[in-house]
């Protein structure tokens, strides 16, 4: 939800680890389990969008993609009808600014952390997905 396992995993492909799926495994999800409160939520998961797209595509990647998000919100406000004007117009007032800032100062998340220096070299990881991530050699055998 928040592109935790998404950028996990692009941290480790990079680093020449594989991903295989275990079809025998199943994950349940249960909507808002991490949090009750609707606002923090909304904040912490636009707050994540923006860290995910600025970690992987850096400052141009997230303002084509804020620039995207504010034209079809706009849209939406403008077009989408009564019912879902107010959502789209919180957005995108949420979406002018920094989702990221915005989900900080109202205490959503704490301040961005420094570098993750992700999986380490020669362990083997599984994610609750069923995904197994695991080193390839570079030894030639």
């Known amino acids: 939800l928040y ?3 998404e950028d996990w995993q692009r941290r480790a492909r990079r680093r ?15 909507a808002g389990g991490s949090d009750r409160d609707p606002e923090r939520h909304r904040l912490r998961l636009h707050g994540a969008t ?7 595509y850096g400052a ?9 998000t504010v034209v079809g919100l706009a ?12 959502g789209a117009v919180a957005l995108l ?21 420094g570098p993750d220096p ?8 599984r994610s609750r997905s069923g995904t197994r991530a695991t080193r390839r050699s570079t030894s030639g055998r």
């Open 3 to 5: 592109g935790e396992d």
């Open 16 to 30: 020449g680890w594989s991903v295989h799926q275990c079809p025998a495994l199943t994950a349940e999800h249960l």
């Open 50 to 56: 923006e860290r995910f797209v600025r970690k992987w």
């Open 60 to 68: 141009a990647g997230w303002n084509v993609f804020r620039a995207g």
């Open 75 to 86: 849209l939406r406000a403008g077009l989408g009808g009564a019912r879902r004007r107010p």
């Open 93 to 113: 007032r949420l979406y002018l600014g920094s989702p990221d800032a915005a989900a900080v100062a109202a205490g959503a998340v704490p301040p961005q952390p």
């Open 118 to 125: 992700g999986p380490k070299p020669g362990h083997s990881a």
